[in-house]
């Protein structure tokens, strides 16, 4: 599984004791990008699709989970699946072809919210 934030307490006070007077614990961060390679086992045959079921919790229009097939060393060769923003909890589910892909994720300067789940 892939989730953004992993985890996140808050940020450290002076003394270093964790604090959430921001309201921040849990959520991801302002300004942040984040690329996970997805790669297939070397013993899964190439051809072999990958199905992610993808949750999330993001500002609508603002911080995106974007899904890319294709290998993460070539990004300019990905092709974009699906670009992700607002709220799903349900559970969406996409597939990359050849179990080769990325999640990016960023977020904008305002607002935070949970961030994203996804299983493979």
């Given at each position: 599984t892939?989730s953004i934030?992993p ?5 450290k006070?002076?003394e270093g004791?964790?604090?959430d007077d921001?309201?921040?614990a849990k959520?991801?961060c302002?300004?942040?990008k984040t ?9 899964v ?8 079921t993808v949750?999330?919790?993001l500002e609508?229009?603002r ?14 060769k990905?092709q ?9 909890v ?11 892909g990325?999640?990016v ?8 919210f949970?961030g994203?789940h996804?299983?493979?």
């Amino acid at each position: 599984t892939v989730s953004i934030p992993p985890y996140y307490s808050g940020r450290k006070g002076e003394e270093g004791e964790t604090r959430d007077d921001w309201e921040t614990a849990k959520h991801y961060c302002n300004f942040q990008k984040t690329t996970v390679a997805l790669n297939r086992d070397k013993d899964v045959p190439q051809g072999t699709p990958l199905c992610l079921t993808v949750y999330y919790d993001l500002e609508a229009e603002r911080d995106y989970v974007k899904i890319f097939s294709g290998d993460a060393k070539e990004p300019e060769k990905q092709q974009l699946v699906v670009s992700l923003t607002g709220r799903d909890v349900s559970g969406s589910t996409f597939e990359l072809p050849d179990a080769l892909g990325s999640i990016v994720f960023s977020s904008d300067e305002k607002n935070v919210f949970d961030g994203f789940h996804a299983k493979i």
